[in-house]
């Protein structure tokens, strides 16, 4: 069964048509990469999916169940996590309670036992604690910085740290929109890796929006490219990168020796 | 029911309505140009009526004099402000510019205390005093002079806004900042010129006030009353503020005398509850698309 | 100079004084809280007693606009509703103060939910006003509803008593009002241990983001209004029965902005802040009578100035500390420790 089917969803501001009768079907257990030129309707397709924009059409299916109706919070509860393209980490806090926060929805303290730090609340605050120590900061190698706000991080690191807040909510779906948008090389790399991990000694299902041609060519299972809000290709990576319209609408130019030429050497140079 | 008056309480309420619209509009302008809230607008207003005060009665200047000083000094009031207080937190979090605009105004009633005592004060006669009469309904002199002026000033501001070369830098900067100072426009000189100007209406309005009721340190709360006006009308919409502020100065009035001056307040407020139910941006304002 | 902190444990890691130091400091705290009564003069224990109602109703506060991002100027308001349930109470009923004190504080939090609902609809500015508009409706209830308030001839409250002491002056009102400001603290900082306060910090910092990331946002910002309302609640009661007599005028809407100021110059977001705050406030006013008083050597009547320059300094604190230091006083004191950790390695 897939895990998340996008259903015909339409969406449009004012006029705009930001997403067209997209339909996507992502897969359980494997990587799905999100293409397409900026402004094709990526980011709205994953805001369709976290519940923040509404659709005016289509439906959206997570494990089977129509998840159209329900808020942001109820969406996440249900265990679809996300990273955001522009870091949305939270300033004010520390790594840990940033990524403590990602395991809001799976844990129930309530405001009587949150105030006296008894009963419930010290259960979960040491359970989550030990758990987030054990599962995400030595996963990702984050640990050392646990106490810093994450303000004051570095922009690779604070990237890490996001995924690790996604990570703590032991997400099923995990939305990554752009994770190696702006690294350098060593990076991506590392991120790269972390995320084929968090496929495979997880078993958590992937989508995601990237620009970077080589790393999608080289982790994912499958690839949608987006155009004017449309879905104009899919398939296995290999089979898109050979799409000549689909070289057409990223690229916009018809040189497609060139062109290839540039997809084969960015996915060397990744 | 007495429709006569009625008819009497409506004219006063537009009158008191010119008002707000007019100190609405200095309001919109900063909110336009700056994205600021400006919480001290009320007690710029007051210090507009204290300095026409201070220089046609403490200094016993000509009248005419005294009012274009207390405008110009609201002006540079409000250019002051801008520089010292607000400029600094540029970029910051509009709240905290919020914040300071209450400690500014706080501020400026504690400096009016000391200078001019806490007592209220009235104004050297300004206005006309012959009764004035629309059909059978009686219109108290002052508040129909006063309505005059305000409509007069604020028709003079719209053509300004429209014609006039800072006019539309301001309204270049209020719809996009980045493009208009791309396109050469000196935007931290609009600011200045939005505060300035806005200082002058406020302490036009304040003169107006001052003369119909008085002037008193807590005037300002006037401003509480404008802001509902121009949250009513929506915050960039300058024809919302005019609208709204004919519309509470009427509903302020009837409430008052129909039901006791008491109420006029829990009237503008609660319209204010219900507006930010219904429709947070006003009447006519912007709504504002969130992004993630 | 501090080194390292070892730990064996995750849940030593998360306790609220994570060091030795930490829980000694806080013991040598409460010994001289204790202790202060028995040294200290009525007029000390008037201005402790003073501090910490308003600590009490700058807390709430902080939870809801320091933590939660919420800026709210009905915290006043809210400490009215807190004092007029007691008063009334204590009046008609004849229950005993604690009863009448927790009453306070839930009608207060039920009238600040209320208050709160435009935060579903408005963010940020919006819900000032909004906070504005709920003030000014709740003084016209306290002027108007002559049967319960008794109009603007206010109502005169019995002190409590406890074990048969009339807890009538400072220094025996201070029994009371201490210990209760010590848990309401203990109870807050408790709260941003845990995943709600952690909500309320999320929603601060970027409230969309953290809706998308499983957050209830109409859920946590009404229980951040609730919370603060129920401290003013409590505060406003404390506030009562320490004055002995409320009128519409003792909470007006410069009193909201004084604990807004209390909150900014203490530090946004921060307990100590709270704590800071509320004695810098309180004080701030009483250093200014001070002064009033000496400069009233050499010219008349100087005493009329006092209130406009408490008026102007509580404006000039707000301005100065927003512009010139933004995480207030709790920030300078985490400057001063941070300097005597190193000492002497480095200056």
């Known amino acids: ?270 | 029911m007495d429709w006569l008056f009625l008819f009497e309480v409506s004219l006063a309420g537009l009158g008191r309505g010119g008002l707000y619209a007019l100190t609405g509009v200095a309001f919109v302008l900063i909110y336009k140009a700056t994205r600021v809230i400006n919480l001290a607008i009320g007690e710029m207003l007051m210090v507009g009526a204290y300095l026409f005060i201070g220089f046609g009665a403490g200094m016993a200047l000509p009248l005419w004099l005294a009012v274009i000083l207390a405008l110009l000094g609201g002006a540079l009031l409000g250019f002051v402000l801008e520089r010292t207080a607000i400029r600094p937190l540029l970029g910051e979090n509009p709240i905290s510019v919020f914040m300071v605009t209450i400690g500014l105004s706080s501020v400026l009633v504690g400096l009016v205390e000391i200078i001019w005592t806490a007592n209220p004060r009235s104004l050297p006669d300004l206005l006309p005093r012959d009764p004035i009469f629309i059909g059978d309904a009686f219109v108290a002199p002052k508040t129909f002079w006063s309505f005059v002026i305000a409509a007069g000033v604020i028709a003079v501001f719209l053509l300004l806004f429209r014609f006039w070369r800072g006019g539309v830098a301001l309204r270049a900067t209020a719809s996009d900042q980045g493009a208009a100072y791309a396109m050469g426009i000196n935007v931290p000189a609009v600011y200045s010129l939005a505060w300035a100007l806005a200082g002058l209406l406020a302490a036009g309005a304040g003169i107006l006030l001052g003369a119909i009721s008085g002037a008193s340190s807590s005037m300002g709360v006037f401003g509480l009353t404008v802001l509902v006006v121009v949250i009513v009308g929506g915050l960039d919409s300058v024809l919302g503020a005019l609208l709204a502020g004919v519309l509470i100065g009427w509903v302020e009035s009837v409430a008052g005398v129909y039901l006791g001056g008491e109420y006029e307040q829990l009237f503008t407020f609660s319209i204010l509850l219900v507006v930010l139910l219904v429709r947070p941006w006003g009447l006519f304002g912007t709504r504002e698309i969130e992004r993630l | 100079m501090r080194i390292g902190s070892p730990k064996e444990t995750y849940a030593a890691d998360e306790a609220l004084f994570r060091t030795r130091t930490q829980w000694a400091w806080f013991g040598v705290l409460l010994a001289a809280l204790a202790g202060f009564p028995f040294v200290a003069n009525l007029y000390w224990l008037y201005l402790v007693c003073l501090v910490s109602i308003n600590v009490i109703a700058v807390t709430g506060l902080n939870v809801l606009t320091g933590y939660t991002g919420q800026v709210s100027l009905g915290q006043a308001a809210f400490m009215g509703v807190g004092a007029y349930t007691v008063a009334w109470l204590e009046n008609h009923t004849g229950s005993p103060f604690p009863v009448n004190l927790l009453a306070g504080s839930v009608v207060a939090t039920g009238v600040g939910l209320i208050a709160g609902l435009p935060s579903l609809r408005v963010k940020g500015l919006y819900l000032a006003i909004a906070t504005i508009a709920a003030s000014f409706i709740l003084l016209f209830i306290f002027k108007n509803w002559e049967s319960v308030t008794n109009g603007t001839r206010g109502i005169g409250i019995e002190p409590p008593s406890a074990f048969g002491v009339a807890l009538e002056n400072p220094d025996t009102f201070y029994w009371l009002v201490v210990p209760v400001t010590v848990v309401m603290l203990l109870l807050a900082s408790n709260l941003f241990r845990t995943r709600i306060g952690r909500a309320f910090i999320a929603i601060r910092d970027r409230d969309i983001s953290a809706s998308v990331l499983g957050i209830d946002l109409p859920r946590y910002k009404l229980m951040s209004f609730g919370i603060s309302a129920f401290y003013a609640g409590m505060a406003g009661g404390l506030y009562a029965y320490f004055f002995g007599s409320i009128n519409p005028e003792s909470f007006p809407l410069l009193m909201s902005i004084f604990l807004l100021a209390a909150v900014i110059v203490g530090g946004m977001g921060s307990m100590l802040g709270s704590i800071l705050g509320g004695i810098f406030m309180t004080l701030v006013p009483e250093l200014l009578r001070y002064g009033i008083d000496f400069l009233g050597l050499f010219m008349e009547n100087a005493s009329a100035v006092l209130s406009p320059v408490r008026t102007v300094v509580f404006g000039l604190l707000i301005v100065g500390f927003l512009l010139f230091e933004p995480l207030g006083l709790a920030e300078i004191w985490r400057r001063i420790r941070r300097f005597f950790h190193l000492w002497p390695f480095r200056t």
């Open chain 1, 1 to 270: 069964m897939s895990t998340l089917e996008v259903d015909n969803v339409s969406l449009s501001f004012g006029g705009v048509n930001a997403l067209n009768a997209v339909s996507v079907t992502v897969e359980a257990g494997g990587i799905t990469a999100l293409i397409g030129p900026n402004g094709a309707g990526k980011t709205s397709l994953f805001n369709a999916v976290s519940g923040f924009y509404r659709p005016q059409a289509g439906r959206v299916l997570f494990e089977g169940r129509d998840i159209s109706a329900l808020r942001c919070p109820q969406r996440a509860a249900l265990g679809i996590g996300r990273t955001f393209q522009n870091i949305a980490l939270f300033r004010g806090m520390t790594v840990l309670d940033n990524v403590k926060l990602g395991a809001h929805v799976r844990t129930r303290t309530g405001l009587f036992s949150a105030l006296w730090y008894l009963g419930r609340a010290r259960r979960e605050e040491t359970q989550i604690r030990e758990q987030i120590e054990r599962e995400v900061f030595d996963f990702l190698e984050i640990d050392h910085i646990r106490r810093h706000p994450v303000a004051a991080l570095p922009y690779g690191l604070q990237k890490r740290v996001e995924l690790a807040r996604a990570l703590a909510m032991r997400p099923r779906l995990l939305l990554l929109d752009e994770p190696v948008a702006g690294m350098n090389r060593e990076e991506k790399e590392d991120m790269a890796r972390f995320i084929l991990d968090v496929k495979e000694q997880w078993g958590v299902t992937i989508l995601m929006v990237e620009h970077d041609m080589g790393m999608v060519m080289d982790i994912s299972d499958q690839v949608y490219v987006l155009n004017f809000g449309q879905v104009i290709a899919s398939g296995r990576p290999e089979t898109v990168q050979a799409n000549p319209e689909v070289i057409e609408a990223y690229l916009g130019t018809d040189d497609m020796t060139t062109l290839r030429r540039r997809l084969r050497g960015e996915s060397e140079a990744a």
